[in-house]
């Protein structure tokens, strides 16, 4: 007597997780664990399929890294009104930082073995503050003025996240101070 099996090799397998989820999860595992705990397999344990199911979503670590990386700036993206003066622009920058660090470090001070997001999503996120810094620069400095922007909040949040500031004093009235000085620097 022949047995009926019903599996069949040629039919696909359900999807049992989407790259959406994949991406959140390993966001999350980036900012609890670091980048030395966002692994595959630890993705695919929070996602509940087996490790060699994620293949099917994200090629290899590297590319979910640029996808958590690309996320990441996406949603920095998001949380930028246009219309926003520099000011409003750093203040959410280090916010965003301050919450999610291990995904700003990625985005902003990555290794240099590391895959970075597309310059699409790049472009998307410093748009806001390119008009900022061209109301103040003008048009023709408006970039260098968005670089010079980035550059000083990136190493304040840097040092800020790393414990840097150790000599006492007010840190806030420093980040303040700080933003001041830029955009009275960069104003035309």
Known sequence: MATVNSYSGDMPTPDRTSLDQIVSAARDILEAEGLAGLTMQSVASAVGVRAPSLYKRVQSRDDLIRLVAEATVQELSTRLEPGATVA???SEFRAFALERPAGFQLVMAPGAHLPRPGV??????TEPLLRATALLAGEEHA?????????????????????????????EAAWDYGVERLVAAISA
């Open 88 to 90: 409003d622009y750093a």
């Open 120 to 125: 699409e999503y790049l472009l998307a996120a």
């Open 143 to 171: 970039l260098d003025a968005a670089r010079t922007v980035t550059a000083w909040a990136t190493g304040f949040i840097g040092m800020e996240l790393s414990g840097g500031f150790n000599l006492g004093g007010d840190v």
